[in-house]
């Protein structure tokens, strides 16, 4: 079984600075990973997602996250947001051999202050 | 193109009553998935078509729960009967090959009172 744990449910920030939402996994076997975000009374977007490769992925709207398989960790971050950037974040992992299976976060909600 | 497509946006129904959530997934996609969201337990996979045929229900909650794929653009989920513990946000999903990006719909919000 695998599971995602996001681990900051809120994350408040001011408008350009930098943030980094955390994202742990834990899996038995080797994995996808992706983060998705849902702006309010949205559906969920694709932001970015590793499949193999290079362990630094870049996304849309400036975000990009890093696979560190030691630290089973997939970390976004952007270097400067904007009040746009207001949303919810979930982290969301899937095993080989199983790979429509998405496990999600509980989400972290980003709130870009003035 | 048009994305994937939920109705109704939202709903309140009286418990013990029948609730219908329609998809229709983007063209081509042959895996469609349907989600719940809840405060309490996150996003949930629900059930999970191939080519149109169901491979994975484990998800689903119980028997009241049921969803059909009857062709290629069409998936219901129905609740019968409703409950107020089934009131989330329920999302149906759709990729071109399973493992492929996942595309959400905007979600149908139910409420059962």
């Known amino acids: 079984a695998q599971s995602v744990t996001q681990l900051d449910s809120q994350v408040p920030v001011f408008e350009e600075a930098p943030v980094e939402l955390r994202c742990n996994y834990s899996s038995s076997v080797s994995v996808y990973l992706f983060w998705y975000v849902q702006y309010p009374n949205q559906g969920l977007q694709l932001l970015l997602k590793?499949?193999?490769?290079?362990?630094l992925v870049k996304g849309i709207n400036g975000f990009e996250a890093e696979f560190n398989k030691s630290q089973t960790s997939f970390h976004l971050r952007k270097p400067s947001v904007h009040i746009s950037d207001t949303a919810e974040y979930f982290c969301a992992v899937s095993q080989f051999g199983s790979n429509y299976k998405l496990t999600f976060g509980k989400g972290t909600l980003l709130t870009v202050n003035p | 193109d048009a994305g994937v497509i939920q109705s109704p946006r939202h709903e309140v129904t009286e418990m013990g009553q029948e609730v219908t959530l329609r998809c229709k997934p983007i063209?081509?996609?042959?895996?469609l998935f349907w989600y719940r969201q809840t405060m309490m337990r996150g996003l949930e996979l629900l059930i999970y078509?191939?080519?149109?045929?169901?491979?994975?229900d484990s998800g689903m909650p119980e028997d009241r729960f049921s969803a059909k794929m009857p062709n290629a653009s069409f998936s219901t989920l129905k609740i019968q009967p409703s409950e107020p513990r089934d009131s989330a946000v329920y999302f149906c999903?759709?990729?071109?090959?399973?493992?492929?990006?996942?595309?959400f719909g905007e979600g149908s919000w139910l409420t059962v009172v």
């Open positions: 590793y499949l193999s490769g290079s362990t």
């Open positions: 078509f191939n080519n149109n045929v169901p491979i994975d």
């Open positions: 063209s081509g996609h042959n895996s």
């Open positions: 999903a759709s990729s071109l090959e399973a493992g492929n990006t996942i595309y």
